[in-house]
């Protein structure tokens, strides 16, 4: 619940910024242009959130609001900025398509599908195990994280 949360978070706080930036502009512009006024700004504000401010401090915003960590496996450091890019072109493509996946997912489980399973349901699919991550990163609690390095800190000794 706390990663959903931190994910709202982040997507709330994008749009507020994007909107912020973009209200100047709006009266100026064509019904169709509007959205173009926030999706670029909305991007950039996006990849700033997730790649930059999570290279620098480990967590974007909304996860550093709710106590949340970016880590990279298996050693649990730091990502760099290639899984970092990665994650966030990730989130960019394949987050927003879940409702479609669930539904196709559920349908194949009833027989009401009209073709093959979808892609998410296949055995051996990375997207499969309900935490993968292809980027190699995971989302830990920030406490864990420090019980982890006073562990492998503690075996080290």
């Known amino acids: ?10 997507c ?20 169709s242009g509007d959205v173009a006024l926030l999706l670029g700004p909305g991007l ?3 990849f700033l959130n997730q790649v930059v401010l999570t290279a620098l401090v480990g967590a974007g ?8 960590r970016v880590v ?12 970092l890019v990665r994650r966030w072109l ?20 009833t027989g009401d599908s009209p073709g093959p399973a979808p892609r998410c ?14 980027a190699g990163v ?3 609690r920030r406490s864990d994280l420090a019980a982890h390095r006073r562990a492998a800190a503690g075996r080290a000794a």
Do not use: N
């Open 1 to 10: 619940m706390r990663r959903y949360l931190a994910v709202g978070l982040d």
């Open 12 to 31: 709330y706080l994008c749009l507020v910024a994007a909107g912020l930036l973009a209200r100047p502009h709006v009266d100026a512009t064509p019904l």
């Open 44 to 46: 950039v504000i996006s």
């Open 61 to 68: 915003a909304g996860k550093l609001i709710m106590g949340i």
């Open 72 to 83: 990279s496996l298996p050693d649990g450091g730091r990502p760099g900025p290639g899984q």
């Open 90 to 109: 990730h989130g960019l493509c394949w987050l927003p398509l879940q409702p479609w996946y669930g539904l196709r997912a559920h349908l194949a489980r």
């Open 121 to 134: 349901c296949e055995e051996g699919d990375p997207y499969a195990e309900p935490f993968a991550d292809p």
């Open 138 to 140: 995971r989302q830990v």
